[in-house]
Each structure stands twice: as structure tokens, then as C-alpha cells.
């Protein structure tokens, strides 16, 4: 069992950066991969990054690419997302997401923290 609590969102303004923490609880907290999503008004939930529990691989959206940063702290057991470059359509709720190696689909799942970006 995983047990996700991020923070660190709040207003920006465009073309500012801000970095979203997410505290992991549970032992096996090193052998998920963990992810971020965001949930836009109005529109569905979207896949940001995600980060791999061994190598640490990475990937993104496109619509993130280059501005966004996915990082793990084992030590800390914490992701963290470095976002520079701030639109105003990155708007949303964010939320830290993490799944099994064996699963295809994040079962666990964060409150989320809203991040407002001002044009």
C-alpha cells in the first residue's frame, strides 16, 4: 500500500517555474513507478511524466517536454516535478500517481494540488 500527499502548488504567473513535491509512504515505495498527471477545468485528466522505480527513466508529454522535470528521492521517498516556463494552459490540479511493475494502470493516487498560472 502506497500513500501519496502532494504539495507545493499555488498561483504563478506566466513564464515563472514552480516544483510540485509528492511525499510517499510504505516500504516498497522504490519499486513503483511513479507519475504525474493534471486535470485541466473542464477537460479530462492527461498523463504529464512518469519516472521508472530502478534506472530512474523518464518520459513526458509533449506538451511538457523540455520545461517539465520528473525526480525521485528514494532517501526521501519523493517525487518532485520541476515545471519552468509556466503557460497558461498548464492550469490545472496536479496529482502524484504511482503503479506496481506488474501493472499497466496507477492504482494509487494523490490528492492532488491545484496550480493556477496567471497570463
Known amino acids: 500500500q502506497v500513500q501519496l500527499v502532494e504539495s507545493g502548488g499555488g498561483l504563478v504567473q506566466a513564464g515563472g517555474s514552480l516544483r510540485l513535491s509528492c511525499a510517499a509512504s510504505?516500504?516498497?515505495?522504490?519499486?513503483?513507478?511513479m507519475g504525474w498527471f493534471r486535470q485541466a477545468p473542464g477537460k479530462e485528466r492527461e498523463f504529464v511524466a512518469t519516472?521508472?522505480?530502478?534506472?530512474?527513466?523518464?518520459s513526458y508529454a509533449n506538451s511538457v517536454k523540455g520545461r517539465f522535470t520528473i525526480s525521485r528521492d528514494k532517501a526521501e521517498n519523493a517525487i518532485y516535478l520541476q515545471m519552468n516556463s509556466l503557460k497558461p494552459e498548464d492550469t490545472a490540479v496536479y496529482y502524484c500517481?504511482?503503479?506496481?511493475?506488474?501493472?499497466?494502470?496507477?492504482?494509487?493516487w494523490g490528492q492532488g494540488t491545484q496550480v493556477p498560472v496567471s497570463s
Open positions: 519516472i521508472s522505480p530502478i534506472a530512474g527513466s523518464t
Open positions: 510504505g516500504r516498497t515505495f522504490g519499486m513503483y513507478f
Open positions: 500517481a504511482a503503479r506496481t511493475l506488474r501493472s499497466t494502470e496507477y492504482a494509487y
